[in-house]
């Protein structure tokens, strides 16, 4: 009873501006929408706009499969990045304060507007053109692991990681804060019994830190996916095509599959987590 | 004597990851302050130092026209203002109503909540794109079920208002709430039973637990989400574009603060604009709306730190 007053405001916002909505976008998907003084007239059209948006649609399949390929490159490096990160903010060492602060600063700094027009910023491209081509000098680097038999295929995944370091720098704060979190909350008497046993600071991360903190894991691919979804080209075009063009109907299509797509790269990633997650109770 | 030499070795291996580790936070830090400092340095430099092969960081002739020019075009000290009060108010209302609510699925479990907590958790996985056109739709003539029509005799308009933000605060379906939800219910979840039944053995209703016991006890997870919060909504472009799209707030002058430098620099036209030169403007621009921000951070962030260690977003 006293529940159901606490959960009313959310329920209510629920209905309205979650609930309602998503299913009138599904039925705009499949429907043809003509804006006129009066109002809106909606039209049912079947699966017309999917088929639009998926075989007629320039721009749209191209954005979709940039979308899911920078994810799926992404957020493994985010991922384990942000837990290398947080091993080592979790050390003692002088300065940590400070550093700790910093690492956290681009969860405040990027998202929205300033990204976009930071990528736009003609000065910030002249200093960096300035710097040479790829921006840390990676070519060296990735002929010596060519040499070094390493495939191509890894080469071209690490160095293309390395060029990208302020973005997947400034998308894991948030990531770091969890893992951080969860490695605070295991017990000191773990680490001090495997220590007597000899164990060194190796063994200790992947016999205790990565089993604990691996339900976390689970937790920051999830978010590290939604977070990267959020705000990209593809939202662009769907917003573009609603509010530009004003066709209703395409966007909401465009919209659908979007979410599809997302949904079941959220199941694949459920599954494959669901086998190997260490859940201490 | 091999005990020893074990030691220097295990000393030596110390010392060298410490090195390491230095090298790499350092270099990590750099990645991340690089392009404060680079928007601080241009800001301050007059404008003839762009060409001068001399100054890379530091300038030759420093000046402050860059702000007052930044200040002028987007109207700085109104949309400060406006940002602050929407920010401002967002989160405050956010807040309170995800903390009533994650309290309410943490603890008041009634039949069906389970169900509901699946919902919040839904809100979080759909993207906000697929919604965002019925949402739209809904707020350019909000009608409530038909209670508008009942009272103004017509749907309202509540389009460049502060309504939309207002109403989603309230009932905790506002930008990332999903989240905040999340970890308020997990961070009442790891409180002990029995500081609530003590409190109800005293004789405190449900109403009055939750505002003496519970919400003292959450307020390292209500810094989280009162930053986050704040955060999210000072640079929300996606909402904040589309329903503000003619209100002076901060991220809808930024995304149009290009276009504004083109026009007004140059008294319209735009053919004549040096492009380094509105660039320069556009950084200062960015350091100006970001700056705030990074002033409260510098005050909260060791609380911050600290809080979001101890909010339980874990479990």
Same mark, same amino acid.
């Given at each position: 009873?006293?529940?159901?007053?606490?959960?009313?405001?959310?329920?209510?916002?629920?209905?309205?501006?979650?609930?309602?909505?998503?299913?009138?976008?599904?039925?705009?998907?499949?429907?043809?929408?003509?804006?006129?003084?009066?109002?809106?007239?909606?039209?049912?059209?079947?699966?017309?706009?999917?088929?639009?948006?998926?075989?007629?649609?320039?721009?749209?399949?191209?954005?979709?499969?940039?979308?899911?390929?920078?994810?799926?490159?992404?957020?493994?490096?985010?991922?384990?990045?942000?837990?290398?990160?947080?091993?080592?903010?979790?050390?003692?060492?002088?300065?940590?304060?400070?550093?700790?602060?910093?690492?956290?600063?681009?969860?405040?700094?990027?998202?929205?507007?300033?990204?976009?027009?930071?990528?736009?910023?003609?000065?910030?491209?002249?200093?960096?053109?300035?710097?040479?081509?790829?921006?840390?000098?990676t070519f060296e680097l990735e002929n010596l692991m060519v040499n070094a038999g390493v495939s191509d295929w890894i080469v071209t995944y690490l160095s293309s990681a390395v060029d990208r370091i302020y973005q997947i720098v400034s998308q894991s704060g948030v990531q770091i804060l969890?893992?951080?979190?969860?490695?605070?909350?295991?017990?000191?008497?773990?680490?001090?019994?495997?220590?007597?046993?000899?164990?060194?600071?190796?063994?200790?991360?992947?016999?205790?830190?990565?089993?604990?903190?691996?339900?976390?894991?689970?937790?920051?691919?999830?978010?590290?996916?939604?977070?990267?979804?959020?705000?990209?080209?593809?939202?662009?075009?769907?917003?573009?095509?609603?509010?530009?063009?004003?066709?209703?109907?395409?966007?909401?299509?465009?919209?659908?599959?979007?979410?599809?797509?997302?949904?079941?790269?959220?199941?694949?990633?459920?599954?494959?987590?669901?086998?190997?997650?260490?859940?201490?109770? | 004597?091999?005990?020893?030499?074990?030691?220097?070795?295990?000393?030596?291996?110390?010392? =060298?990851?410490?090195?390491?580790?230095?090298? &790499?936070?350092? /270099?990590?830090?750099?990645? *991340? +302050?690089? $392009?404060?400092?680079?928007?601080?340095?241009?800001?301050?430099?007059?404008?003839?130092?762009?060409?001068?092969?001399?100054?890379?960081?530091?300038?030759?002739?420093?000046?402050?026209?860059?702000?007052?020019?930044?200040?002028?075009?987007?109207?700085?000290?109104?949309?400060?203002?406006?940002?602050?009060?929407?920010?401002?108010?967002?989160?405050?209302?956010?807040?309170?109503?995800?903390?009533?609510?994650?309290?309410?699925?943490?603890? =008041?479990?009634?039949?069906?909540?389970?169900? &509901?907590?699946? /919902?919040?958790?839904?809100? *979080? +996985?759909? $993207?906000?794109?697929?919604?965002?056109?019925p949402v739209y739709l809904n707020l350019k003539s909000f009608d409530l079920m038909g209670l508008m029509t009942l009272i103004a005799g017509k749907p309202v308009n509540l389009l460049n208002t502060y309504w939309p933000f207002i109403l989603t605060a309230i009932t905790a379906n506002?930008?990332?709430?999903?989240?905040?939800?999340?970890?308020?219910?997990?961070?009442?979840?790891?409180?002990?039973?029995?500081?609530e039944e003590a409190a109800y053995v005293d004789g405190a209703g449900i109403g009055r637990t939750f505002s003496r016991i519970m919400l003292p006890n959450a307020i390292p997870s209500m810094v989280t989400v009162m930053l986050f919060s704040f955060v999210w909504q000072w640079n929300?472009?996606?909402?904040?574009?589309?329903?503000?799209?003619?209100?002076?707030?901060?991220?809808?002058?930024?995304?149009?603060?290009?276009?504004?430098?083109?026009?007004?620099?140059?008294?319209?036209?735009?053919?004549?604009?040096?492009?380094?030169?509105?660039?320069?403007?556009?950084?200062?621009?960015?350091?100006?709306?970001?700056?705030?921000?990074?002033?409260?951070?510098?005050?909260?962030?060791?609380?911050?730190?600290?809080?979001?260690?101890?909010?339980?977003?874990?479990?």
């Open positions: 009873m006293w529940g159901v007053i606490y959960v009313l405001p959310w329920l209510i916002g629920f209905v309205l501006f979650f609930f309602i909505p998503l299913l009138a976008s599904l039925r705009y998907s499949m429907s043809t929408i003509q804006a006129n003084a009066e109002g809106i007239a909606i039209q049912f059209n079947g699966v017309a706009n999917y088929i639009q948006a998926l075989t007629v649609n320039t721009s749209f399949n191209r954005a979709l499969i940039e979308a899911i390929t920078d994810v799926l490159i992404n957020v493994p490096l985010i991922v384990i990045f942000s837990l290398f990160l947080a091993v080592i903010l979790n050390q003692k060492f002088r300065g940590r304060a400070v550093a700790r602060s910093i690492f956290f600063l681009p969860v405040i700094l990027a998202s929205g507007v300033i990204m976009t027009l930071e990528s736009t910023s003609l000065i910030d491209a002249v200093n960096q053109s300035s710097t040479g081509g790829s921006s840390l000098g969890i893992f951080l979190a969860g490695i605070q909350t295991i017990s000191p008497q773990l680490y001090e019994a495997s220590k007597m046993e000899g164990a060194t600071g190796y063994e200790a991360f992947w016999k205790i830190t990565f089993p604990m903190v691996s339900p976390l894991i689970f937790v920051n691919a999830i978010y590290t996916i939604i977070d990267s979804f959020a705000n990209n080209a593809m939202t662009e075009l769907i917003r573009d095509t609603g509010f530009v063009k004003f066709d209703f109907g395409l966007s909401s299509a465009m919209a659908w599959v979007y979410f599809l797509a997302i949904a079941i790269i959220l199941v694949i990633v459920n599954i494959i987590f669901s086998k190997r997650v260490f859940y201490q109770d | 004597m091999t005990t020893s030499r074990l030691l220097s070795l295990e000393h030596w291996k110390g010392w =060298l990851w410490a090195m390491i580790r230095f090298v &790499l936070i350092t /270099g990590l830090s750099f990645v *991340i +302050l690089f $392009p404060i400092f680079q928007k601080v340095s241009t800001s301050i430099k007059a404008k003839g130092d762009l060409y001068s092969a001399v100054v890379v960081w530091i300038p030759q002739n420093f000046s402050i026209d860059n702000f007052k020019e930044a200040i002028r075009v987007m109207d700085y000290w109104a949309t400060l203002f406006n940002t602050f009060a929407l920010s401002a108010t967002t989160t405050l209302l956010t807040t309170a109503s995800c903390a009533l609510a994650g309290y309410g699925f943490a603890r =008041l479990k009634f039949r069906g909540s389970n169900w &509901l907590f699946a /919902g919040v958790i839904l809100t *979080i +996985l759909v $993207p906000p794109t697929t919604i965002l056109i506002s930008l990332k709430a999903g989240l905040y939800i999340f970890i308020f219910r997990q961070f009442f979840r790891g409180i002990p039973k029995e500081v929300d472009s996606f909402y904040t574009t589309t329903y503000l799209t003619s209100s002076k707030v901060m991220s809808t002058q930024l995304s149009s603060l290009p276009y504004n430098l083109a026009q007004q620099v140059t008294d319209g036209a735009a053919s004549q604009a040096d492009p380094f030169y509105l660039s320069m403007i556009q950084d200062t621009g960015i350091l100006l709306a970001i700056l705030p921000l990074i002033v409260i951070y510098l005050f909260v962030q060791r609380y911050f730190v600290e809080s979001v260690e101890r909010t339980g977003i874990v479990g």
